[in-house]
């Protein structure tokens, strides 16, 4: 997790205690956080829905678009409060913990733990490797 993202994380698992809605709220600015953290997309800071439509445009997977969607909705409705009350459903404020484990681990952690794996594969290997997926591109 980066450490902008852990910061803002572990202070919503401190007042989520005594606050769901309080947790639900730094969760979502975790992920506003987070996004343009990811570089593979290579994201700007804007407001966090637009992000995520950025995200859904560049082919994230549905379940990771739901699981933002998610943490966005229930931390608005923190901020905004509507049909949804927070403080009633620890819960779904629990669960999101896990939901934005789950959003680190597929967009930022499994990859960079594959790449720095086979960064130390050697180099006549990966020659090997490139020679092979050149070789199985489909000719126009």
């Not at 730094?26 to 992920?31: G, N, P, T």
């Not at 407001?47 to 909705?73: A, W």
Request: charged residues 30%; glycine residues 6%; hydrophobic residues 40%.
């Amino acid at each position: 997790m980066p450490n902008e993202v852990k910061g803002i994380y572990e202070e919503a698992t401190k007042v989520f205690k005594h606050s769901p809605r309080a947790a639900a709220v730094l969760l979502r600015l975790a992920i506003e956080t987070m996004i343009p953290l990811i570089e593979e997309y290579e994201i700007e800071k804007a407001k966090l829905n637009t992000m995520i439509g950025i995200l859904v445009q560049k082919g994230i997977p549905d379940h990771i678009q739901q699981g933002l969607d998610t943490i966005r909705i229930y931390g608005n409705e923190g901020i905004h409060p509507g049909e949804i009350v927070l403080n009633d459903d620890e819960e779904i404020v629990f669960y999101m913990f896990e939901l934005i484990n789950d959003m680190i681990e597929e967009l930022i952690s499994r990859k960079t733990k594959i790449r720095k794996a086979y960064a130390k594969i050697p180099a006549d290997k990966i020659k090997g490797i490139l020679n092979r997926d050149r070789n199985s591109k489909p000719k126009d």
